[in-house]
């Protein structure tokens, strides 16, 4: 029978536990903020209140879970949809200014972390 060394061990038991942690980094809320205000979102949005466009409480309980809500708000903030607004007016939604995917998905998990 084998030994082996106490770090082999340690390193496996690491790995384990890494393994049961979420696959994204923590969110950079400084980050996320910054690049929401940066791309003027406040105007239309907050975190708790509805604005022309909804929370972002609002937000996350509809996409918070899912297994693509990360990809549905990146979209989202990408490509421009057309959105109804509060007021039932219909507008392009506005492009978050930014082209870095470690940006916008900091900024989607800030949004769903709500």
Request: charged fraction near 25%; include cysteine; hydrophobic fraction near 40%.
């Amino acid at each position: 029978m084998k030994k082996f060394p106490l770090s082999l061990v340690g390193a496996s038991a690491l790995l384990a536990f890494a393994a049961m942690l979420p696959a994204h980094a923590a969110v950079d809320v400084d980050a996320a903020q910054a690049l929401f205000k940066k791309n003027e979102c406040t105007k239309c949005h907050s975190v708790d209140k509805t604005k022309s466009g909804p929370a972002l409480k609002k937000i996350a309980l509809k996409y918070k879970g899912k297994p693509d809500g990360q990809e549905k708000v990146i979209q989202q903030i990408t490509t421009a949809p057309k959105v109804k607004t509060e007021d039932g007016t219909e507008e392009e939604h506005k492009v978050i200014n930014t082209k870095d995917p470690v940006a916008l998905k900091n900024l989607a998990d800030w949004i769903l972390s709500q």
